[in-house]
Nanobody
């Protein structure tokens, strides 16, 4: 497994920005893919974006395309999620996840998860 620690969540007004960070440590395997998921109250966990070790990224949620950006800093073992023009519907707990297999939208393929960071967007 990999230990993942997220940070950067908070409360903002609609139109604001936040940058989430996820630091990986304690590797027992080198993640092939790292991803951001989010879960709003009463809803299923939703894949937001993913990034391969080589830097190739994919945005799964159509609603975030053009507003969110996933990046990684391999020297710092960290991935980021820059979130701009936030909307109330982005309110959720955001989770970082890692897997040794390909990036997929199904949470079940990820065997390492962070504790989550809360993002609240008010209108």
């Amino acid at each position: 497994q990999v230990q993942l620690v997220e940070s950067g969540g908070g409360s903002v007004q609609a139109g604001g920005s936040l940058r989430l960070s996820c630091v990986a440590s304690g590797y027992t395997f080198t993640p092939t893919c790292m991803a951001w998921f989010r879960q709003a109250p009463g809803k299923e966990r939703e894949g937001v974006a993913s990034i391969y070790r080589g830097g190739f990224s994919t945005y799964w949620a159509d609603s975030v395309k053009g507003r969110f950006a996933i990046t990684r800093d391999t020297d710092k073992n960290t991935i980021y999620l820059q979130m701009n023009n936030l909307k109330p519907e982005d309110t959720a707990t955001y989770y970082c996840a890692a897997t040794s297999s390909r990036c997929r939208t199904s949470p079940s393929v990820y065997n390492s998860w962070g504790q989550g960071t809360q993002v609240t967007v008010s209108s």
